[in-house]
């Protein structure tokens, strides 16, 4: 149950990706991240009590606020990154959150890297070297965003394992949505382009499909050990190449796959290793990181 539910998430991620590249780059990337989210609050209606009954210290919402300004950016670079590079180059770079969570986590937490963690971090790297082959061809404002969003996506993580330590994690979902509407509300005002009745509906699919793919997620883990349900979030890659293919016309380019196998590959082993060590786990699981 728990590859099935990790297979619907995938499947619920892949719509989110399909459905911003197909609405283009008429509305600004900073206004549709906005309107996602805008529309996207609905789903907070069955959270009003649980957000009543918090209990908010100062500290907490500096760390809310903190994780609210990260993630705003992220899904900015995010969603420019999605109107100017193919969808599996995305899918696979965005693979990179969770090793940069690890590098944060032996930073900034005191987390140890043994060498064979380092050697997965090594291996996770070469991987986008791969992806971008620097050198061989043009490395386009696209590439560089969502790398940055990747590392972004990564300091929000890193944030939330603070928030959870100290609240309901469903008041640490409400707020982050929260945090990144009002975020992004001044970007989007400054870009305001008048959106069809269209568009909106495809930004609210967005919504619904993230919120659906992050509750699969939960499902998932709930059901079986994320070292078993990992290796699964690679089809989320297939998807992307194939569905670029044939309704996008994206060339299906090998070295993204292969470096996209071999990140994953990466985040897997580690993952793996924490599990076997029984610590407690720091590296997340790919779907966590997505917008």
């Known amino acids: 149950m728990g590859i099935f539910w990790m297979l619907v998430t995938g499947l619920n991620f892949v719509a989110v990706t399909a459905l911003v590249k197909y609405l283009g780059g008429r509305i600004p990337p900073a206004e549709s991240a906005f309107l996602r989210y805008l529309l996207g609050l609905v789903f907070l209606i069955p959270m009003i009590g649980a957000l009543r009954q918090a209990k908010l210290t100062p500290k907490l919402l500096g760390l809310f606020a903190g994780r609210g300004v990260l993630h705003t950016l992220g899904v900015m670079l995010w969603f420019f990154s999605m109107t100017q590079i193919p969808l599996a180059e995305v899918t696979a770079m965005n693979y990179l959150a969770p090793v940069y969570v690890t590098i944060g986590a032996a930073v900034f937490l005191g987390e140890k890297l043994a060498l064979r963690r380092i050697a997965a971090i090594i291996a996770a ?57 009002a975020g992004l509300a001044p970007f989007a005002a400054a870009v305001w382009v008048t959106p069809t009745l269209a568009e909106l509906g495809i930004l609210f699919a967005v919504a619904c499909f993230a919120t659906a793919g992050h509750y699969t997620m939960t499902l998932a883990f709930s059901a079986a050990p994320v070292a078993v349900t990992q290796p699964v979030t690679f089809l989320q890659l297939i998807w992307a190449t194939l569905l670029g293919a044939l309704v996008f016309d994206e060339a299906i380019d090998i070295w993204v796959v292969s470096g996209g196998a071999l990140i994953l590959g990466a985040i897997s082993f580690i993952t793996w290793r924490e599990a076997v060590l029984k610590r407690r786990a720091i590296t997340p699981p790919v779907p966590a990181t997505k917008v």
Do not use: C, Q
């Open 125 to 181: 790297l070469i991987g986008a070297l791969i992806i971008l082959r620097p050198g061989f061809r043009e490395i386009s404002h696209g590439h560089i965003a969502m790398l940055a969003a990747a590392v972004v996506f990564g300091g929000s993580y890193l944030l939330a394992k603070f928030t959870v330590d100290g609240t309901n994690p469903v008041v640490v979902v409400a707020m982050l949505s929260l945090w990144v509407t």
